[in-house]
């Protein structure tokens, strides 16, 4: 549904040798009430044999055993899992700290209460665009409408609002007076990462921003940053969005005059991610078909976390693990190929990342720039992708045309659930 909120990055010291899954990003249920066009996991209907309340009980249990400190519950929807107000007060006596994000679509006045009742932390709630945009975006009339109403059910029942964006060339045009919109309903912080082909995004090609793309679209990022500064909002990159341009301490520090920035995947590090049918991945966002080092029915969150190559496959990367521009860049050594999900979104491995600003800013010096060209079709399974050919081109080559309304027109399956699709 997300990308890995960076709350891990700036909480923990990477140079640790002490690995442990400080956040967790926990998916309690693929149901979902929204067929969002860019949903990464292909939400909509529950996974078969999702953990029972009973069973995600036993999880919180063993979380707080390897000295987790944040769990952020997400879906689908996490509130479509009939215990989830259960888990989440069990995650709070834990001594962890639950957190969620949503949609937003089912939270009125009474959940919002509940939910402050339970003892969330803070929720982030989605938000894709402006009216039209965002209500396109998700596939649901009157969904920026439900996502505002929650923010402002949960702010009045006393839960801390934050919000989130998924930038793509569908909505980068509303990237200002987004900003502006959801200062004025009160969040405290807000997120914004790039779209990449992974689940449904993967069927939209066209809705995916060009490498070349970062270089104007970075800069306004970090703009909005330093004004969100001094209004008091945190805004903060995806693991997915920046890497060494010159707006990289801007973009990654918590206070203005911060000095962090990029070091390295955190997935199976100080992140994990839970599926709703017990499997675990270093990062909630990587593709399931290669990362999934065990289920939780059968091994222990210990076991699973210590032991299995997929869990610890980020611990001991070096520069040798890279390939392609990456693996020659001056920030090789600290990067090791940024994003591991959004690399392999597009190349089917780790390891070489085009969705990089300074990687960007390089090819332009030369006077070319990447187009990333669809070469094979996601074979439609949750967290899945295609594959893409990067082609190297003149700067001057003509711009291919942005994505249309029609682009995110649904049709029916055979189900009945209503899935976007690319308009032709």
């Given amino acids: 549904m997300t990308n890995a909120d960076t709350t891990v990055q700036r909480r923990i010291n990477v140079s640790t040798s002490s690995f442990r899954p400080t956040y967790v990003v926990w998916e309690l249920t693929l149901a979902c009430d929204q067929s969002c066009t860019h ?51 069990a995650i709070r006596a834990a001594r962890m700290r639950p957190t969620m994000t949503t949609g937003g679509r089912g939270i009125t006045a009474a959940l919002a209460r509940k939910m ?36 402002d059910h949960l702010k009045v029942a006393g839960v801390r609002i934050t919000a989130n964006t998924n930038l793509n060339r569908f909505n980068a045009a509303d990237l200002e007076p987004l900003y502006e919109a959801l200062k004025a309903l009160g969040i405290l912080a807000w997120q914004v990462q790039l779209t990449v082909p992974l689940g449904r ?41 920046g890497f060494f341009g010159p707006e990289e301490a801007l973009l990654r520090s918590v206070t203005p005059d911060g000095t962090d920035h990029w070091q390295g995947c955190n997935a199976g590090k100080f992140l994990m991610g839970i599926e709703s049918d017990g499997a675990v991945k ?6 399931t078909s290669h990362y999934v080092g065990g289920n939780v029915r ?109 682009m995110l027109r649904v049709r029916r399956t055979a189900n009945g659930v209503a899935l976007p699709v690319i308009g032709t």
């Avoid at 069927?203 to 793309?213: A, G, N, S, T, V």
């Fill in 39 to 89: 949903c990464g996991s292909r939400a909509g209907t529950a996974r078969e044999k999702e953990l029972s309340t009973a069973e995600a009980l036993g999880v919180v249990e063993q979380l707080s055993q390897l000295g987790t400190q944040e769990i952020a519950v997400i879906g689908g929807e996490a509130y479509l899992h009939p215990g989830f107000l259960e888990i989440v007060d």
């Fill in 116 to 151: 402050a009742g339970a003892g969330l932390f803070s929720v982030s709630v989605s938000v894709d665009g402006l009216a039209s945009t965002h209500d396109q975006m998700r596939a649901a009339p009157g969904s920026f409408a439900a996502a505002t109403g929650a923010l």
């Fill in 201 to 241: 995004a993967a069927d939209r090609p066209d809705m995916i921003l060009q490498p070349w793309e970062l270089l104007t679209l970075l800069p306004r990022v970090a703009a909005l940053k330093a004004r969100a500064f001094e209004d008091g909002i945190l805004l903060q990159p995806g693991n997915n969005l």
């Fill in 282 to 287: 270093g990062c909630p966002s990587l593709q």
């Fill in 298 to 406: 059968h091994s222990s969150l210990a076991a699973i976390w210590n032991e299995t190559p997929e869990l610890k496959f980020a611990r001991h990367r070096s520069v040798d693990d890279l390939w392609g521009y990456c693996r020659e860049c001056a920030f090789a050594q600290t990067c090791l190929g940024g994003c591991s999900f959004t690399a392999h979104s597009f190349l089917g491995r780790p390891g070489n990342n085009p969705y990089c600003h300074h990687r960007a800013l390089q090819m332009a010096k030369r006077g070319q720039r990447e187009r990333l060209v669809p070469i094979a079709r996601a074979p439609e399974r949750p967290f899945d992708n295609g594959l893409f050919a990067i082609v190297q081109e003149p700067n001057e080559t003509s711009e291919v045309a942005r994505p249309s309304k029609e």
